[in-house]
């Protein structure tokens, strides 16, 4: 998920123009899947046991998101890797500062509220709706250290959370937008599928 943040410096992503000037981007060390992969369909399955591996994976997507400039979130699927794995750093929101977080295996055990804000996706460049969510979440987890934890949030955090547990789940969040509303997208998300993919 992205948002407007500091630029983290890299010369790790490049630019690939598509059709109607479509920007999608290379980016390293894994490559973001983009609106019509199929992979971004996909259920993924859970970790059995955070490895050396799976923390090196925690890590590349943590700077394959700091590639993009402007993310917040990444999850697994969205690199093509169908693990039950999310990274989130939000920097700041509400003058509180919060450190990366890598979460395995998260689950949403409770939610509260509801509120509708804009989001964007960074699979889906260039298009935003306004999706209705609730507004505090409660999501277990397993730490990159293996441990179990629990995250209690609301505002952006909780967002960011819910948005890449869907991702997890083969959802996007435009499946939590009207039909009528996907229908005035419908240019935009034709115009990603048919762009030239970063090779």
Same mark, same amino acid.
């Given at each position: 998920?992205?948002?407007?943040?500091?630029?983290?410096?890299?010369?790790?992503?490049? @630019?690939?123009?598509?059709?109607?000037? *479509?920007?999608?981007?290379?980016?390293? &060390?894994? $490559?973001?899947?983009?609106?019509?992969?199929? *992979?971004? +369909?996909? +259920?993924?399955?859970?970790?059995?046991?955070?490895?050396?591996?799976?923390? $090196?994976?925690?890590?590349?997507?943590?700077?394959?998101?700091?590639?993009?400039?402007?993310?917040?979130?990444?999850? %697994?699927? $969205?690199?093509?890797?169908?693990?039950?794995?999310?990274?989130?750093?939000?920097?700041?929101?509400?003058?509180?500062?919060?450190?990366?977080? !890598?979460?395995?295996?998260?689950?949403?055990?409770?939610?509260?509220?509801?509120?509708?804000?804009?989001?964007?996706?960074?699979?889906? &460049?260039?298009?935003?709706?306004? *999706?209705?969510?609730?507004?505090? !979440?409660?999501?277990?987890?397993?730490?990159?250290?293996?441990?179990? !934890? +629990?995250?209690?949030?609301?505002?952006?955090? %909780?967002?960011?959370?819910?948005?890449?547990? @869907?991702?997890?789940?083969?959802?996007?969040?435009? @499946?939590?937008?009207?039909?009528?509303?996907?229908?005035?997208?419908?240019?935009?998300?034709?115009?990603?599928? $048919? %762009?030239?993919?970063?090779?």
């Amino acid at each position: 998920m992205p948002k407007r943040r500091r630029k983290h410096q890299s010369t790790s992503t490049s @630019d690939v123009v598509g059709e109607d000037d *479509v920007l999608l981007r290379a980016t390293a &060390p894994l $490559q973001l899947c983009y609106y019509g992969n199929p *992979v971004l +369909r996909k +259920r993924a399955k859970p970790v059995a046991e955070i490895t050396e591996a799976e923390r $090196q994976l925690a890590d590349q997507m943590l700077e394959t998101l700091y590639a993009t400039g402007n993310g917040i979130g990444l999850a %697994a699927t $969205q690199v093509g890797i169908l693990k039950r794995l999310i990274i989130i750093d939000i920097g700041e929101d509400d003058d509180e500062t919060y450190e990366p977080l !890598v979460l395995f295996n998260p689950e949403i055990l409770n939610v509260e509220g509801e509120v509708v804000v804009e989001e964007a996706c960074l699979s889906i &460049p260039s298009v935003t709706a306004e *999706v209705r969510r609730p507004e505090k !979440v409660v999501v277990d987890g397993i730490d990159i250290q293996g441990e179990p !934890v +629990r995250i209690e949030a609301d505002g952006l955090l %909780a967002r960011v959370l819910q948005h890449e547990i @869907d991702h997890l789940n083969g959802v996007l969040f435009i @499946d939590r937008i009207s039909g009528l509303k996907r229908q005035l997208l419908k240019d935009e998300l034709l115009w990603i599928q $048919q %762009a030239e993919r970063p090779s």
